[in-house]
Antibody, heavy 122, light 110 residues
Framework: EVQLVQSGAEVKKPGESLKISCKGS????????IGWVRQMPGKGLEWMGI????????IYSPSFQGQVTISADKSINTASLQWSSLKASDTAVYYC???????????????WGQGTMVTVSS | QSALTQPASVSGSPGQSITISCTGT?????????VSWYQQHPGKAPKLMIY???NRPSGVSNRFSGSKSANTASLTISGLQAEDESDYYC??????????FGGGTKLTVL
């Protein structure tokens, strides 16, 4: 079964760092892009960026460039999203998602992780 | 890049048809046939309903259909059912080699 399994919920203080993960299984991890999507409480979906684990090519949404770092470790089939200094406004659910087809991400995402809730509060 | 524009809410009675619009620009919706639609129930991950403007993934009901005209894409749900009540989001590939989502539409089945 093709699936993405994300790391568990996190509660952090402003200024702390954080790295959450997304582990792929049931398919060749290096052949598909992995994207990250933010959903703030009660709000809509926002595309953050995407990485191709095969060569670590990474594209960021202008809104998130410089705010987060997307990475992948193909040896353990895991993509990650990290912050160096969290803010209260980073409180959200973060989803990872895989596109339908290999080598492109323009055709929709049909595999989604279960989401990771990140709460940033003093 | 700005979010695509969707109506905040739409509603319909069981058995009726509804259409949700998604308006962008020539740099996203109008420039590519790479529009997709997602259904999201509360507390759940999004589910792909339509890709490449008007294609359904395997397992998605044929009551769901998509179309596009100029800078506006549309999702139509026919034969509305109670289980269709959900949030719906459009997304498009952009000329910056990124993706952008719409603001989302809450569908209420009356």
């Amino acid at each position: 079964e093709v699936q993405l399994v994300q790391s568990g919920a996190e509660v952090k203080k402003p200024g702390e760092s954080l790295k959450i993960s997304c582990k792929g299984s049931g398919y060749t991890f290096t052949n598909y892009w992995i994207g990250w999507v933010r959903q703030m409480p009660g709000k809509g979906l926002e595309w953050m960026g995407i990485i191709y684990p095969g060569d670590s090519d990474t594209i960021y949404s202008p809104s998130f460039q410089g705010q987060v770092t997307i990475s992948a470790d193909k040896s353990i089939n895991t993509a990650s999203l990290q912050w160096s200094s969290l803010k209260a406004s980073d409180t959200a659910v973060y989803y990872c998602a895989r596109p339908r087809t290999t080598e492109t991400f323009s055709g929709g995402f049909d595999i989604w992780g279960q989401g990771t809730m990140v709460t940033v509060s003093s | 890049q700005s979010a695509l524009t969707q109506p905040a809410s739409v509603s319909g009675s069981p058995g009726q048809s509804i259409t949700i619009s998604c308006t962008g620009t020539s740099s996203d919706v109008g420039g590519y046939n790479f529009v997709s639609w997602y259904q999201q129930h509360p507390g759940k991950a999004p589910k792909l309903m339509i890709y490449h403007v008007n294609n359904r993934p395997s397992g998605v009901s044929n009551r769901f259909s998509g179309s596009k005209s100029a800078n506006t894409a549309s999702l139509t749900i026919s034969g509305l059912q109670a289980e269709d009540e959900s949030d719906y989001y459009c997304a498009s590939y952009t000329s910056s080699n990124t993706l952008v989502f719409g603001g989302g539409t809450k569908l209420t089945v009356l």
